[in-house]
């Protein structure tokens, strides 16, 4: 089995249930993550002190300490702590933001047989389940938000071989999950015996709701109860992922293949 997995993804994207059905697998790891996007910030931390402080003037400390050596110690750091608190084998991770979509090569310098999981959904869907599960965050928010991580998932898997990498439509594992379960288990390398219980789980457990149906519902630009100024917006920030991953503006939810 492959390991460690990464999920990533939008939140709303179908992150949960595929957490639950690597767990069902024989996979170990907690319901979330949220700790790895540390290697982001840590990142910008540093470069932003040595634009700062630039020089090379070895009187001063910070011209004495190479950045470079300075970001792959703290790495090995963070490795160990991700490594104690993940003590069986296989593990997963699942955090689900940009920035820890933008730390995937880093991942996979730190865990070289590391492979991952994106989850994905459609901007017009996921937009609305964000507003009912999340509704203290602007609509506004909510769009930008789900265009990085379908722009930062873009420019990224450019980055790594393909068979590091595979992507699971949210709306694939609730109408096709034996088929979806059979996808997944094939690239984690599972046994054939689990395939069954990888399908019950993902045909059980469905994508969280933020209302009953709503998972599974597909709506149109037009018929989304948003406002002009609404659509506005979110074609402003989501129109060019919504292109780039083939996904359409009406109720047939994507270009066909």
Not at 225 to 236: A, C, N, P, S
Request: charge should be neutral; proline fraction near 5%.
């Amino acid at each position: 089995m492959q390991s460690p997995v990464f999920i990533v993804g939008s939140p709303r994207s179908g992150t949960s249930v595929l957490v639950d059905v690597l767990r069902s697998i024989g996979y170990h790891g907690f319901q979330e993550g949220n700790f790895l996007t540390i290697l982001h910030h840590l990142n910008a931390i540093i470069d932003r002190q040595y634009v700062w402080f630039a020089t090379e003037d070895k009187r001063v400390m910070v011209g004495n300490i190479d950045k470079g050596d300075l970001k792959r110690r703290l790495r090995e750091i963070v490795r160990t702590i991700v490594n104690e608190v993940n003590p069986q084998e296989p593990w997963f991770d699942k955090t689900g933001n940009p920035e820890m979509i933008l730390e995937i090569p880093t991942l996979r310098e730190l865990w070289p047989t590391a492979v991952f999981i994106k989850a994905k959904r459609r901007g017009i869907e996921n937009v609305m389940s964000r507003m009912k599960k999340f509704p203290t965050h602007p609509f506004e928010y909510h769009c930008s938000n789900w265009a990085k991580n379908m722009a930062a998932w873009r420019t990224i898997r450019e980055q790594i071989a393909s068979e590091c990498f595979i992507e699971i439509e949210q709306r694939d594992m609730i109408q096709q999950p034996e088929q979806t379960a059979q996808r997944l288990c094939a690239f984690l390398r599972v046994e054939d015996s689990k395939l069954a219980t990888a399908a019950r789980v993902m045909n059980m457990n469905r994508p969280q709701e933020s209302t009953k149906g709503s998972a599974s519902r597909t709506s149109s630009l037009a018929e989304s109860g948003w406002t002009t100024e609404q659509i506005e917006v979110f074609l402003k920030h989501c129109e060019a992922e919504m292109t780039a991953f083939g996904y359409t503006m009406d109720e047939q939810y994507s270009v066909a293949p």
